[in-house]
């Protein structure tokens, strides 16, 4: 069932690719990619509709929609203030990860701050 929703995302992707990048170049690219992975994902949760209900997904995804949201409002304005080269690419890659991680400890995310706590106590150990 998984091959199933790549195989559906790959062939959704490849027309797409088709259609969008000789008129729109990396940003048909993009948007065939997203809608790719949006149609593997719906065919996916279309398999496990009996194991999970979309809701219950979406309700424990919060922070994470959340963060991801703020993420991208601080990249997108910051972005518009840097040229397009490669070390502010790389400056923006690391303040979204920055934004991201910094909002998921805010909102106490348990997942975030179990990987923190093991990291934390390898650090510190001393045996």
Request: charged share 10%.
């Amino acid at each position: 069932l998984l091959t199933a929703s790549v195989v559906c995302g790959s062939i959704m992707n490849f027309f797409l690719n088709l259609m969008l990048i000789k008129s729109h170049g990396s940003v048909g690219a993009a948007i065939a990619s997203v809608a790719a992975e949006t149609v593997v994902t719906t065919v996916q949760f279309y398999f496990v509709r009996h194991v999970f209900r979309f809701i219950d997904v979406l309700k424990l995804s919060t922070k994470y929609w959340f963060a991801g949201i703020l993420m991208l409002c601080v990249i997108h304005f910051v972005g518009t203030y840097l040229p397009a080269d490669i070390l502010h690419t790389i400056e923006l890659i690391l303040l979204g990860a920055g934004i991201y991680t910094l909002s998921l400890i805010v909102l106490r995310d348990s997942m975030l701050l179990e990987v923190i706590n093991k990291l934390w106590s390898r650090l510190n150990y001393k045996g």
